[in-house]
């Protein structure tokens, strides 16, 4: 058999033999590793490649190994440098060994020899020769072999000519420079014999995907975030280390970036092109990186939003290491107050500042309110909306407030002045006079509304709203020190403790709403019932049984499973209340339920698959909904390649032809918030197709 048969023969039986003796990985990453310079040109030493050689002799000339530097590029074995004869058998090699638990699965070196068999009588009559070959045995692995056709000749290749391979299974390559030993009996003359590399680029594979977690940071804690926020991470690689960790918010990827470069080994050598996987070195990164990433939430609107970090390794083996959301609160916040000043009678003119804000708002806006005469149970003033307004009879023994709304990219909040002193009339009162009264007396009625302080006739829009003791005669309190001035609020409770007010959860799952009602001094109100009131998207409030507070003023509400939904609560103070207190709304996110399948799961010839799924949960509008479809190829991550539409009974199905003729490609399906449909962004799990 020729040596070319028997290389052939090697190769294929070493494939074969690969597709069963190794366990079939989730995904198996590859990346690159170029030796002495890339493709275009740019220096990469000698990462990966070690030097050996036969034992010296003395009297004899021993070789010399030298490793590319950035002045050559070049990696060369040479003998005869010395003028002395080369002892028969010596050798000189350079090795490659795959890291542990990693395989050698292509290989491009560009090689040039120079190579003498001269005849010096009595002295040197062996030919050098070079071998290329790979793992233990020399004749089993051989990939090339060079030497002098006829004795006496040198056979030289000047320009570099390239050696390659793909799809094998090794573990080691090996380049040799050697006096050869099977023919003659004397020695190799003292004639200059090389072997140069000028580039090589070895592929490595990679079976397991890396581990890991998150640590802490903004991003991954319970409260609301605003600004700049972290997300610190730790990961683990038995391979060819942890490269980068990729950052995705709502489902769109914001950054991706090298945890540790480990010294500038861990990075890209060749970022001209598409592939971020090409390294100088096999085991290029750190195989334990404890590191954080930034993103900067002002980017966001305020609200919730979904956060995910995957981290891979060198191959592009990826792992999700943190799934879950935030809530972004970077609207302006009140500092301070907006100031009233001006003379609060009938004719003068009241005037208001923004007051102090953080989070740098561009923009202003006033809306002016007419309050009792305790500051509370306040309207707005028609038109009002300058930052001075003119008092006019209509707001005689009334408090004036005014409210500041300051806006920028994130969101809006408003802050509401203190009262004003109460507006006195033309005649200077603070008070109507008594019917039938001519004098001029100020007096200081309080004109306090039943509602109390922030309440209204109009229970906020709830359907079906009722006071839970309006069947009582009389004036009969809610509760202990039941108050008009009183404050209700609330919160989701989490289950690794504090609190939200804006929360996502599982579908079929359930949450805890904890809350507390006190009067204006900060007191609970104990034994007092609330109500209940939830809103669907696109719907209106519609009321719900309530609860009752406890000794202390607080309470536990349990929000059933269901949809995604807007609660609050109400409270009446008394039986002969026509104004509700309500409470601040709290928000539940809640995704449908969402699946993809995909057949067949291995495809070839036409390469062609379905993709199918349902979206469930109920309430599906009668013209479907839109599913957006996701499709992943390493290096380039998930994106967007096609939209579809449901039936009425949610479910969906189309058909995709691969380009690629081989490769693993993952699919998802998301179902963005839409119209009516009471349920939150959906995504679902990945299912992964094999194209051969």
Known sequence: MSPHIRIAALIALTAIAALFARPPAAFAGTYTVHSCQTPTGTFTGSGGWTSSASVALAGYD?????????????????????????????????????????????????????????????????????????????????????????????????????????????????????????????????????????????????????????????????????????????????????????????????????????????????????????????????????????????????????????????????????????????????????????????????????????????????????????????????????STYPLADGDAYHRMRVEVTAANGSGSAVARSTPSAVVADGAGRTSPPSPGSTDGGSGTGSGTGAGGAGSTSDPGGIQGIVNPLGQLPGHVANGGDASVHARLDVSFQLAAGGTVKRIRIPYGHRATIVGRLTDAAGTGIAGARLGAAWRLPGRAWAARPGVRTDARGRFVYVLSAGPTRDVRFTYYPYSDSRGAELSNVVHADVPAPLVIQASPRRVSGARIVRLSGRVGGGSIPRTGLLVTLEGYQRGWGWRVFRTVRTDRTGRWSTRYRFRLSRGRFGFRALVPRQGAFPYATSRSGGVYVVVS
């Open 62 to 386: 021993g070789g010399s190994a030298v490793s590319c530097s950035s002045g050559t590029s070049v990696a060369s074995l040479q003998f005869g440098a010395t003028g002395l004869t080369v002892k028969a058998g010596s050798w000189l090699s350079w090795d490659f060994v795959a890291p542990a638990g990693l395989t050698i699965t292509s290989y491009d070196i560009e090689r040039a020899f120079n190579l003498a068999w001269p005849i010096v009588a009595g002295v040197a009559n062996r030919a050098y020769l070079m071998q290329i070959w790979h793992d233990d045995d020399a004749n089993a692995g051989l990939l090339d072999f060079r030497k002098p056709v006829q004795a006496g000749q040198t056979l030289a290749q000047e320009l570099p000519s390239s050696v390659t391979g793909a799809a094998v299974s090794w573990r080691s390559l090996h380049i040799e420079l050697s006096c050869w030993p099977v023919m003659g009996n004397l020695d190799c003359g003292p004639f200059p014999a090389q072997v140069s590399i000028s580039r090589a680029a070895i592929g490595l594979t990679d079976d397991v995907a890396p581990d890991g977690f998150a640590t802490g940071g903004a991003l991954a804690g319970p409260d609301p975030v605003r600004g700049n926020a972290s997300l610190s991470v730790h990961a683990t690689d038995s391979g060819g280390g942890v490269y980068r960790v990729a950052l995705a918010i709502d489902g769109v990827e914001r950054s991706r970036q090298v945890l540790d470069d480990g010294g500038g080994a861990c990075g890209d050598v060749e970022p001209a092109n598409d592939d971020p996987y090409e390294f100088g070195t096999p085991q290029p990164c750190p195989l334990a990186v404890d590191g954080s990433v930034q993103f900067d939430t002002a980017a966001l609107r305020d609200g919730a939003h979904t956060v995910r970090a995957t981290v891979e390794d060198a191959g592009g083996n990826a792992t999700v290491v943190y799934d879950g959301s935030i809530e972004t609160r970077n609207a302006p916040v009140a500092v301070s107050l907006p100031p009233l000043s001006g003379t609060a009678s009938v004719g003068g003119q009241l005037a208001a500042a923004p007051g102090e804000w953080d989070g740098a708002p561009t923009a202003y806006d006033y809306r002016w309110l007419r309050c009792d005469g305790d500051g509370a149970d306040c309207a707005p003033v028609a038109g009002a909306t300058g």
